[in-house]
């Protein structure tokens, strides 16, 4: 067997894991199995449930993401597998060791970058570091050689003597996956790595992601942001009120939605609510259905939503059977099918939306 | 770049070194706040001369038994007061860490929590150290004499530490059962104050009336105080500090493990 990332990463730990797949090949970085953790209600509030049952399969030296809106359970699902808190039913392992057997054992293996910066303010970014090292066993010159590498590496050698405190929101997220690679971990842990960055240290931190991906981690990125899924996570799940509702890779889940989505913007007698009668609608939908390439329809205001096999070519088509109904069409998109059709196909609605933005460029605005 | 990740692993760090790295942290951070530093130390100063005053009378009401000046009787009751206020904020720094994420990155480390408590006590035992040679310093400078010369002073320094850890470790479990500011502080103060009053840090207990002498019998500062006061005095009765200094150190290592163990509490709310 060639040396696979996979099995270099795991001399981290002192004895070989036991493998957990059936199926021979190298054993996942994660595993969770029906998770389930309840949060007892403030103050005679009911209980909130955070995950009823989510379970997925991280395969070694990749990058998975986790995606879904706001207390969807992410930030759950990471507590549990860094060992922060317990699961109340279910079971995970993460770099072969059991969360709560082994929480020793995957605390060494694993490097967690949270929501909130882990990063001491009142301690200058190397001090950071070496706190960090020493955690984990790694001291004096080691220590020291392995801190001003990941100082230049995260573009933070010129700040390191300054306190934390003064670091820009870049900085301090660009220092606090540095102290989470300190001891050269099996399986990273990114909770939200780019909420409440501004987009240019939002794409350099993406660069950084992807460039770790290629030194063989395996990362597992929470977010809410779906460009921030498709464009890292060569796996995604979503998940959704402590559910995963699919799994997939970003493009497999694309392709099974067959086609591309169609936006219509349509002019012409238009009633109140500023879109169509019903009866337009109904004549729009009947003819837009009976032309092969098209399926999936949905009107919303002005809008016009279809799934289309050959959305460009079917286009001319689509203009005659609108004119055809009396109506205009002012404007029309022809996109290839984003991760926020695969949400609004699983889930119900669109992502977008149940995030408290709206549509379109809003998507940067999930928060 | 795989090469990166097949390096060997560095060995499981040692307790010393998590506790090292742990109280480095702390005592970093007392140097970068002068301001902390000089208050603390002021507190030390001010108070010795300030009850030393305010309560000169004592030494002349009949039954009075503390030696013939009030200001050398009080200085151990001084020293334990200093112990208190300051260790009473232990949990603090506990608070602070848990509002930011650092907590949770040391929690998800393989820092042990003995270490995560530790440190902190023993940057509070240096603490406290600092404020007791200043605090018998001045009494000396005043014009007290401690009878039994440095071995006497050196019980009290043992006794402030033994103090001060054991509230320390009170103060950090509190912070991790009750998760903010504004507990912590009402629960210290509850703490605090009756702690101080209901020994004989500023009054001999033969004056002190009946109940608050049988409460301050119980009251491990009472414990610390009279420690201190026995080694300072002209025939100290080792026998009497040494197994005070013994009930002290138990209480320490009791709350201090108390503490560790308050993590899990802390982790469940998580």
Do not use: C
């Not at chain 1, 979503?238 to 067959?258: A, C, N, T």
């Not at chain 2, 042990?112 to 600092?130: D, E, F, H, K, S």
Request: no cysteine; proline share 5%.
């Amino acid at each position: 067997m060639p040396p696979t990332s996979s099995s270099a990463i795991r001399t981290v730990a002192d004895e070989p894991p036991k493998r957990l797949s059936a199926s021979g090949s190298a054993a996942p970085a994660v595993e969770a199995h029906e998770l389930v953790k309840t949060y007892p209600g403030r103050r005679g509030a009911p209980p909130v449930r955070a995950l009823s049952g989510a379970g997925f399969t991280v395969p070694a030296g990749t990058v998975f993401g986790l995606l879904g809106p706001n207390g969807a359970g992410k930030s759950t699902t990471v507590r549990i597998l860094t060992t922060l808190t317990s699961p109340d039913g279910g079971r995970a392992s993460v770099a072969g060791y059991d969360v709560r057997r082994q929480a020793g054992r995957v605390r060494r293996a694993i490097g967690v970058v949270t929501q909130k910066s882990g990063v001491d303010p009142e301690a200058t970014g190397r001090e950071n570091l070496v706190l960090q090292a020493y955690l984990h066993g790694l001291t004096g010159r080691a220590a020291r050689s392995r801190v001003s590498e990941l100082l230049d590496q995260f573009d933070l050698a010129a700040p390191a003597d300054r306190l934390a405190r003064t670091y820009s929101g870049g900085m301090l997220r660009r220092l606090d996956v540095a102290i989470g690679l300190v001891h050269r971990p099996a399986v990273l842990f990114l909770d939200e790595p780019t909420t409440g960055l501004d987009p240019q240290a939002r794409s350099a931190m993406w660069a950084e992601i992807s460039r770790l991906t290629t030194e063989g981690l395996t990362i597992l990125l929470t977010t809410h942001y779906l460009e921030e899924a498709d464009r890292l996570a060569a796996r995604v799940a979503l998940i959704e009120g402590g559910r995963i509702v699919v799994e997939g890779s970003p493009d497999g889940l694309k392709s099974e939605l067959r086609g591309d989505a169609l936006e219509l913007e349509l002019a012409g007698e238009l009633d109140d609510s500023g879109g169509p009668g019903p009866a337009a609608v109904t004549r729009l939908r009947e003819r837009l259905l009976a032309l092969d390439a098209v399926h999936e329809v949905r009107v919303v205001g002005r809008r016009l939503h279809a799934r289309v096999a050959d959305g460009a070519g079917t286009l001319p088509a689509v203009f005659a059977a609108v004119g055809g109904t009396g109506l205009a069409v002012s404007s029309a998109t022809v996109a290839r099918p984003s991760l926020d059709d695969v949400y609004l196909r699983y889930v119900g609605h669109r992502f977008t939306a149940d995030t408290g933005a709206g549509t379109g460029t809003a998507r940067e605005a999930g928060r | 770049m795989t090469a990166e990740l097949t390096a060997t692993p560095a060995p499981e760090a040692s307790f010393g070194t998590q506790f090292g790295a742990v109280l480095m942290r702390h005592l970093r951070l007392l140097g970068r706040q002068p301001a902390y530093l000089s208050i603390s130390l002021m507190q030390a100063v001010i108070w010795l001369p300030l009850f030393g005053s305010l309560f000169r009378h004592v030494a002349d009401v009949p039954g009075f038994d503390g030696g013939r000046s009030y200001l050398g009787y009080l200085t151990p009751g001084v020293v334990a007061m200093t112990a208190l206020f300051t260790s009473g904020w232990a949990g603090m720094g506990f608070i602070q860490d848990m509002e930011g994420g650092v907590m949770d990155r040391l929690l998800t480390s393989p820092a042990r929590r003995g270490a995560l408590v530790a440190g902190p006590i023993a940057y509070q035992a240096v603490m406290i150290t600092i404020q007791t040679v200043i605090i018998v310093v001045l009494g000396w400078a005043l014009g007290t004499h401690f009878r039994s010369g440095p071995a006497g002073a050196l019980v009290l320094l043992v006794a402030a530490v033994l103090l001060a850890a054991f509230i320390s470790g009170l103060s950090i479990t509190l912070a991790l059962l009750v998760r903010n500011e504004e507990s912590l502080i009402a629960a210290s103060q509850f703490i605090v104050l009756p702690l101080t009053f209901l020994s004989s840090a500023m009054m001999p207990r033969d004056l002190l009336p009946g109940w608050i002498a049988t409460v301050a019998r119980y009251n491990p500062v009472d414990w610390a105080i009279t420690a201190g006061r026995e080694a300072l005095g002209a025939d100290p009765d080792w026998t009497a500090a040494g197994w005070r200094l013994g009930a002290l150190a138990a209480l320490a290592v009791a709350t201090g493990a108390l503490a560790a163990r308050a993590f899990r509490t802390y982790q469940r709310s998580l």
